[in-house]
T-cell receptor, first 112, second 111 residues
């Protein structure tokens, strides 16, 4: 049973436009959510996170939105740049645990 | 600060053998977690160690084991390797709950 789902395996976006990556979760115990970016042959790199007590968190070009009632979060990248092309993973964790539960990732391609 | 390091980066083994992978966390990080990444299953949690104690374990068979040393360095061991164990094994360290810092991974190929 997949508790964190990223339903879009891939996404293509023109450079300068907005990229929106989506993530759904089923476990209502999750209280902290993270987005990671991964290039081939490298480990995932932390991008941004959000606690369940917030509905939005911003860091430069990256904004994460959390809709608890819908059990849905999204990552917005504005403006998208070719260097953003990578696989993006959504992850979640339960209070008191260091275990991250990951989605299967969305491959973002930003076209120059 | 140096990042998380993992050795070796690549490994080829045959079925039935065993393998040990090593991870050095970021200095000051006492929690080390291990994940397996495969194309079909994505990133799956193996186990987490904190101050030499395993605090959490994922849904993997007993062939997968690990340990942590007093300097927070960690090793994971897979015995009786199967073809399905071919994967990228990632180690992550953290000093608090939330953000984890990942190493580059060890690519294990089982023939």
């Amino acid at each position: 049973d997949q508790q964190v789902k990223q339903n879009s395996p891939s996404l293509s976006v023109q450079e300068g436009r907005i990229s929106i990556l989506n993530c759904d979760y089923t476990n209502s115990m999750f209280d902290y959510f993270l987005w990671y970016k991964k290039y081939p042959a490298e480990g995932p790199t932390f991008l941004i996170s959000i606690s369940s007590i917030k509905d939005k968190n911003e860091d430069g070009r990256f904004t994460v939105f959390l809709n608890k009632s819908a059990k849905h979060l999204s990552l917005h990248i504005v403006p998208s740049q070719p260097g953003d092309s990578a696989v993006y993973f959504c992850a979640a964790t339960v209070f008191g645990s260091y275990q991250l539960t990951f989605g299967k990732g969305t491959k973002l391609s930003v076209i120059p | 600060k140096a990042g998380v390091t993992q050795t070796p980066r690549y490994l080829i083994k045959t079925r039935g053998q065993q393998v040990t992978l090593s991870c050095s966390p970021i200095s000051g990080h006492r929690s080390v977690s291990w994940y397996q990444q495969t194309p079909g299953q994505g990133l799956q949690f193996l186990f987490e160690y904190f101050s030499e104690t395993q605090r959490n374990k994922g849904n993997f068979p007993g062939r997968f084991s690990g340990r942590q040393f007093s300097n927070s360095r960690s090793e994971m061991n897979v015995s009786t390797l199967e073809l399905g164990d071919s994967a990228l094994y990632l180690c992550a360290s953290s000093w608090m709950r939330g953000e984890q810092f990942f190493g580059p991974g060890t690519r294990l190929t089982v023939l």
